[in-house]
Each structure stands twice: as C-alpha cells, then as structure tokens.
C-alpha cells in the first residue's frame, strides 16, 4: 500500500540552526510529494511541494528534493527561527484512480530564542 | 476566493447530542476531503469525495458519522449521536483535478469539537 513515514519528534533547536526533516515514502506509480505546516490552532498550510523525481520544492527558506532512488523527500532549512515552531507533515498524492493524500504523522518542531 | 470554509470553528455539546458540521470547498474544486486530527491518532481521512460522490469512506468510524455533499459548494459531516471520544479537530479540505493536473490539498480552518 501507499505510507509515508517521518521522523519521530519533537525536534528542538535553537535559533538559526540547521534542520532537517526525514520523510520517506512508499507507493505505486509516481506520486506528488508534498510538504505542509501546521500552526498551532490552525488548518495545515502547503509548504512545497514536487511532482516528479528531481524536483526541488521551496519555500519560506524550506527545500525538500523528490528522490525516486531513496523514495525519499526529506525537508531541509538553512537557519531556522522562532517563528517556524509548528508541526509539519509530508504527504503523497497518487495519481491512481481516487487521487487519494497519504500524510505521515507529523513532527513537531520547536525552535528556541 | 477566501479559501476553504468551515463552521462552526468551535462546537460543544452533550454526549448523545446530534452535531452537523459544515464546509465550503474553493469554488472549482472537485475534490474535498474530511479528515479527524487528535494526540492519539493523529490526522485521519474520514471520507472523500470527487464530483459531489463518495469514493472512499472506508475512514467513517462507525455509522453514527455520515457525510453528504449535495453540491459542489457544500458538504456537511453528521455525528448522531455524538460521543466523547469523537472529540477532536474535524478538517475540511479541497483540491483540484482539472486538465488532469491533481494540485495540493487546501485545508479550512478547521472545527474543534468537544462532546462532554
């Protein structure tokens, strides 16, 4: 079947430090990836996104590159703030009938000042 | 277009009470989704729909939830009778498939929901 799996938070860091979000994923065919961010009280937000291998989404100073060979669409930021505090999740969209989102389970994030 | 729209954002009620929560896709869209978020299980698809019909509601817990969508501006998810444990965040989300170009999932709001 499809799944997405991240890594397991929370993650904790402090201000401008290097992140990294592991996602990898399994499905049949050739799936969209995606990012998204979720705010505390809030609907999830689209952060990026990538529709076929190769490609690098970005955003707000995030990037995650569509990796066919690893299955994998990890989320990468150079110096993070405060501000980025929130969960994020990576989700796949089949292209198969159904067109169905698979998200993994979130990570949650927490920078400190 | 203001985005997905959902009401009420907050709703309490009493346990065995009948709760009715509502949702406006994007306008265009032909996809819309209701998804379940809490601590325990995370976010959960209850049920989709494309073009106004069902596809998949294997994600309905029990039969006390029913969703219907009798156009594509508006669909509401029922609960009756509610119980406690269907506390939780209820989302709304739409997307679109024109031209066969399947674009991202835009979500509402969301609507909190507390059956005491």
């Known amino acids: 079947g499809n799944s997405v799996t991240q890594m397991e938070g929370p993650v904790t860091l402090s201000e401008e430090a290097f992140l990294t979000i592991n996602c990898t994923y399994t499905?049949?065919?050739?799936?969209?990836l995606f990012w998204y961010v979720q705010y505390p009280g809030e609907g999830l937000q689209l952060l990026l996104k990538?529709?076929?291998?190769?490609d690098k989404g970005s955003n707000k100073g995030f990037e995650a590159t569509y990796r066919k060979e690893t299955t994998s669409f990890h989320l990468e930021k150079g110096s993070v703030q405060v501000s980025d505090s929130a969960v994020y999740f990576c989700a796949l969209r089949r292209r198969d009938y159904g067109q169905n989102f698979v998200f993994g389970p979130g990570t949650r994030l927490s920078v400190l000042p | 277009d203001a985005g997905v729209i959902q009401s009420p954002r907050h709703e309490v009620t009493e346990m065995g009470q009948e709760v009715t929560l509502r949702c406006k896709p994007i306008s265009g869209h032909d996809y819309l989704f209701w998804y379940r978020q809490t601590m325990m299980r995370g976010l959960e698809l209850l049920i989709y729909?494309?073009?106004?019909?069902?596809?998949?509601d294997s994600g309905m817990p029990e039969d006390r939830f029913s969703a219907k969508m009798p156009n594509a501006s508006f669909s509401t998810l029922k609960i009756q009778p509610s119980e406690p444990r269907d506390s939780a965040v209820y989302f709304c989300a739409s997307s679109s498939s024109l031209g066969r170009i399947y674009t991202e999932a835009f979500f509402g709001q969301g609507t909190r929901l507390t059956v005491v």
């Open positions: 729909f494309n073009n106004n019909v069902p596809i998949d």
């Open positions: 990538a529709t076929k291998a190769d």
């Open positions: 499905a049949t065919g050739y799936p969209s």
